[in-house]
C-alpha cells in the first residue's frame, strides 16, 4: 500500500550536505575524469552522492523521485528518467534517454553500477561500454552464504561456530541458532531459529534446499567499508550497525542504519584490542579478494560477543555497501589542509576501480555521525509522512530522504545526522530517541 503523502519540502533539501559543502576531490581522480568520464547508473540517487554533484565529468542516470528532482533538478551532469515506477539499474541502463546520453558524450566515459550483476555485465557488452565492477561471478560467490564458506578457505576460522546441511536433516538441540539460505539481503534471509516447531515448519517446506546453520552470537554488530586499491587494503571507519530496532522494523535481522560515534566509543575500552581484530579481519578479506581480482570498495559485518569480547565475522558485502557515500560525505568535511594523502572512502573506490596508481593514501578519519532508515512494516500500512514530522526533524538539523516503496520492508525514509544518535547497544540516545518519535506524529 503507497504512503499516503509524498512530498518533500525544499527545506529539507537545504540540509543536504552536498548542497551546502563542495570540497575539492583528490586532484589524481579529478584528473582521470577529464580523459575518463564516469557514468553512475543507480536506482537510488543517494548511492552515488559520495562525490559533489559539481564534480566535472562525474554524471548520474537516476529515478526521478521527488528527492531526486529537488537535489539534482539543476544540475547538468544529471539524467533523470520518469517512469510510473522507479526502474532498476538494468531497467536505467537499457532505457533510450540513457543510451542517447551516453552516446552523446564527446568522450566514451566508464560506467559505475552500485552492485554488479549477469544482466548488467551482458547489457554492458552488448553496447561496447566499459564497465568498471568488479565480476559479478565473483561477488555472488563471496556474498552467499553456501559458496562463500569454500571461498574463505582459511578464513573461515573468523566465522562462528557453523555447519551446512539439507533442511530435512534439521534438529532442535535445545539451543537457539541462526539459519540462512544461500541468499539473504540486509538480513531478510536470515532466521532465529528458537523453537523445534520453527524447524518442523522448515523441514516440511525446505526438505532439499541448503541451509547455513550458525551458533547464535549475542552482542553487538559493527561494520566496516574498506577499498582494495593495486595491491593494498585501505581499511574505512568502523560503524555500530543498527540491526532490527524497533520502530524503524519489524525484521529483527534488518540492517537499518549506522552509527560512527557509538563505534568509536564501544570498541575503546579494551584499548583497541578489538578495532584491530575487526581491522585484520577486513584486511585479510580484501586480500582474499584482491588474489582473486578483485578491485574498489567491500564491506564486512562482524559481531562482539558480550559475553567473551571475542570478534566473529558475520557478513560480506562484495560491493559498494549501503552507508559508503555517507560516510565520504562524513569525511569530507574533515578534510584539512593538512589531508594531502587522505581520501574519502568513495574516491579511493574510484581511485582503485579507474586503475589510478596509488600514493601512499589513507581514509579520512571520522568519530561521528549516523544514518537510520524507516522501512516499511509488515504489520501495518505504511504511516503517513507526516509533515509536521519531516518539518520538526528538518529544524533539529537532520537530513531526510524519502522513498516511494509501498513494499515491506523496503526503505521509506533515511534520516541522515553529523552527530551519533546511539546511546548504547540498542539503545537510541536523545536524538535518536526524538527521530523514533516523530516518525508517528500527524
Not at 282 to 305: P, S, T
Request: hydrophobic share 40%.
Amino acid at each position: 500500500m503507497p504512503c499516503r503523502h509524498s512530498f518533500i519540502p525544499s527545506l529539507f533539501i537545504a540540509n543536504y550536505p552536498l548542497f551546502s559543502y563542495n570540497p575539492a576531490i583528490m586532484p589524481a581522480l579529478e584528473n582521470r575524469l577529464k580523459f575518463t568520464p564516469l557514468v553512475y547508473v543507480t536506482r537510488d540517487l543517494e548511492r552515488a552522492l559520495g562525490l559533489p554533484l559539481k564534480t566535472k565529468n562525474y554524471y548520474l542516470v537516476t529515478n526521478a523521485t521527488p528527492f531526486a528532482k529537488a537535489t539534482a533538478a539543476a544540475a547538468a551532469r544529471v539524467l533523470l528518467i520518469k517512469a510510473k515506477e522507479p526502474l532498476d539499474t538494468r531497467e536505467l541502463l537499457q532505457h533510450p534517454p540513457t543510451i542517447n546520453f551516453i552516446k552523446k558524450m564527446k568522450r566514451q566515459p566508464a560506467i559505475l553500477v552500485f552492485k554488479n550483476t549477469p544482466q548488467i555485465e551482458r547489457i554492458c557488452a552488448a553496447r561496447g561500454w566499459r564497465l568498471l565492477n568488479p565480476s559479478a561471478e565473483l561477488a555472488n560467490r563471496v556474498e552467499e552464504k553456501i559458496s562463500q564458506l569454500e571461498w574463505l578457505g582459511p578464513l573461515k576460522k573468523y566465522l562462528p561456530p557453523h555447519q551446512v546441511m539439507l533442511g530435512k536433516d534439521l534438529a532442535w538441540q535445545n539451543k537457539k541458532f541462526i539459519l540462512q539460505f544461500n541468499r539473504a539481503h540486509t538480513g531478510l534471509g536470515t532466521m532465529l531459529i528458537e523453537s523445534a516447531r520453527q524447524i518442523q515448519e522448515l523441514k516440511k517446506k525446505f526438505p532439499r534446499r541448503e541451509v547455513r546453520v550458525t551458533k547464535f552470537i549475542s552482542g553487538p554488530i559493527f561494520t566496516v567499508n574498506s577499498v582494495v586499491w593495486g595491491n593494498r587494503v585501505l581499511v574505512g571507519n568502523i560503524s555500530y550497525q543498527i540491526t532490527g530496532l524497533a520502530p524503524f522494523t519489524d525484521q529483527p535481522f534488518a540492517t537499518i542504519g549506522n552509527d560512527w560515534a557509538l563505534a568509536n566509543q564501544a570498541l575503546s575500552y579494551q584499548q583497541g584490542k578489538q578495532i584491530k581484530q575487526i581491522q585484520r579481519i577486513a584486511i585479510d578479506i580484501g586480500k582474499r579478494l584482491r588474489d582473486d581480482g578483485w578491485r574498489g570498495l567491500f564491506g564486512i559485518d562482524v559481531v562482539v560477543e558480550e559475553t567473551t569480547g571475542r570478534v566473529y565475522l558475520l557478513e560480506i558485502n562484495a560491493r559498494q555497501p549501503a552507508s559508503a557515500a555517507y560516510e565520504s560525505q562524513l569525511q569530507a568535511r574533515n578534510k584539512g589542509s593538512s589531508s594531502k594523502y587522505k581520501v574519502s572512502t568513495f574516491e579511493a573506490h574510484l581511485a582503485a576501480l579507474l586503475g589510478l596508481p596509488l600514493a601512499r593514501p589513507a581514509l579520512i578519519p571520522i568519530t561521528a555521525g549516523a544514518q537510520i532508515i524507516q522501512r516499511v512494516i509488515r504489520s501495518a500500512s505504511p504511516l503517513p509522512a507526516s509533515r509536521f514530522a519531516l518539518t520538526k526533524l528538518s529544524h533539529a538539523g537532520f537530513t531526510i530522504i524519502p522513498y516511494a516503496n509501498p513494499r515491506p520492508g523496503a526503505d521509506r525514509l533515511r534520516i541522515q545526522s553529523k552527530q551519533g544518535i546511539m546511546k548504547g547497544h540498542n539503545e537510541l540516545n536523545t536524538a535518536g530517541k526524538g527521530i523514533a518519535s516523530s516518525r508517528s506524529l500527524h
